[in-house]
């Protein structure tokens, strides 16, 4: 059973920075796709952030690209998400997703191709 677990989350002030990780347990593939998806209160759960493996350039939601990336360890199978200019509507629940897909720019991840998810981890921005 692959299971993502997710840390890092917490309250930060506007403009302040924030590392998010997730470590997965259980086989993955090099091939999976690792990502990041938020879920505000009252809103529908959306792509934050994508990482395929090798070369392939990462997607990034219109949101939050210039301030977030997204990186991955294969080795220790962790996918990370790097917070910077935190703005009060980054405030969410931040959950850690793999899932046997590509993706990239261009290809915005699709939860229901991700099979594996974390419990989350809240981030709470204040102005």
């Known amino acids: 059973q692959v299971t993502p677990v997710e840390s890092g989350g917490g309250s930060v002030q506007a403009g302040g920075s924030r590392r998010l990780s997730c470590t997965v347990s259980?086989?993955?593939?090099?091939?999976?796709?690792m990502a990041w998806f938020r879920q505000a209160p009252g809103e529908e759960r959306e792509a934050v952030a994508a990482r395929y493996s090798g070369t392939i350039t990462p997607y990034y939601a219109t949101a939050v690209k210039g301030r977030f990336t997204i990186s991955r360890d294969n080795g220790k199978n962790m996918v990370f998400l790097t917070m910077n200019r935190l703005k009060p509507e980054d405030t969410a629940m931040y959950y850690c997703?793999?899932?046997?897909?590509?993706?990239?720019?261009?290809?915005?991840?699709?939860?229901?191709?991700?099979?594996?998810w974390g419990q989350g981890t809240q981030v709470t921005v204040s102005s």
């Open positions: 997703a793999v899932g046997p897909t590509y993706c990239g720019v261009g290809s915005p991840p699709i939860p229901t191709d991700f099979p594996y």
């Open positions: 259980g086989r993955t593939d090099s091939s999976d796709c």
